[in-house]
């Protein structure tokens, strides 16, 4: 894979909940605490809830992982379990045998485990994960649990970790006897932008990598505006980035990487999948004052194909998956792309190992204006474009009804031109796009 290609000890972004890799932002941090807090302390009911992908699971495994030796723990699952099977699941968790028992049994068999342990001198800790799935029979069971005491003290603290959901279970007026006794309550927010980024150069720096650029700067932003900030979604599409890359033969992962990523993924912006909002801003582009672009391809002199850029994104390369794909050995699988915005058109290469060139001279980023040739292989390709001026010309002249003269289109051209201007107060905008304003046009 990728690990000897970036020099890597372990792979970065894998789904896998290692607590190696536990990355603590400030509400990270806080329920990390509570739970040392709760293992610490015999009498405690802690309820920790999270969105999905937030890392729920990861804290959980780092505090099994740190739980003392004298200190018996039973981890739980809930997946769509029964009391009863509830029951047989914990009692199997403290090493106790209960197929032929039933619910009371059960009950009693665990009780005098939990009082053997609180005489031996060690803590019983009970983590139920996906609590979110619980019925309100296992909710009873637990509490029943809870409440167990010898000589003053209770016999079993219990970790409940879930989504939101778990909350409005417990909310409810019939399970006011269980909020009352939950003694912490802790909710784990998504990354905000800024972590993003210290999360994403935390998991590389604990798999081995030295490079501290690998990930440039700007794709940040993008990488939130796709994720949300869930953590699984950032391991998922970074570590797609980073195999495009290796194949690629790529040294650093650009926002271009993240966006094709995305692509490739089918991941639109995550407000947009999930209607939520979020703190990523885009510039828009009004389409009503984007102009007809297209490439024309020749080789030998012939005109052999012409593609019209009417999609934000045209790959080229040799691979067949490519929107223009291209015969010829000297051309990478994924050589090039054409990104447009608007009426704005940049020419990217992917690394590639023969390179794109504009005159004679190797590009990494242009930006295209008519008439540019450039050329992949043994093929050019001729960006035209019709401006918007051009546009509004033709529509002037044609448009006898109105009986326009030439001295007024210059009027009607600036009011559609305050129209299609980029709205610089930064609008939120629910599309996936990467901004490229700030590209250098003759970088």
Known sequence: MYLDFFKLKSFPFSLVSDPRFLYLSHD??????????AMRQQDSFL??????GTGKTTLVNDALAQAHQQAKVARIQVNHLSSEEFLQQLSLEFGLESYQCGRVQALDKLRQCLVQQFRSGKNAFLFVDE??????????DI???ADMD???KKLLSVVLVGQPELNALIDKPEMEHIAQRIRLRCHIKPLNP????????????IAGSRNRSLFSDDCMPVIYQFTGGRIRLINTLCDYALLHCCVEKMQQVTRLVIQKAANELQWEAYEKRFGESSDVTRFLLAPATAGKAKVIIKQHDCVIDEVKLSKDCLNIGRQSDNDV?????KVSRHHAQIITQGDVSYLHDLNSTNGTYIDKKRINVHLLRSGDTFTVGAYEFIFTQTSVADIESVHVKKDVTRQMTLDQVPDQRDQRGQRGQRDQTRIRYKQPYISLVNVDPES
């Open 28 to 37: 990270h941090s806080k329920v990390k605490a509570y739970i040392e807090y």
């Open 47 to 52: 309820v920790c809830t999270g969105e999905i």
């Open 131 to 140: 609590a979110h799935n619980v019925t309100a029979d296992i909710l009873e």
């Open 143 to 145: 509490r029943y649990l």
């Open 150 to 152: 010898s000589q003053g």
């Open 194 to 205: 800024n972590e993003v980024s210290h999360y994403i150069n935390h998991r590389l720096k």
């Open 325 to 329: 794909p291209i015969d010829d050995f």
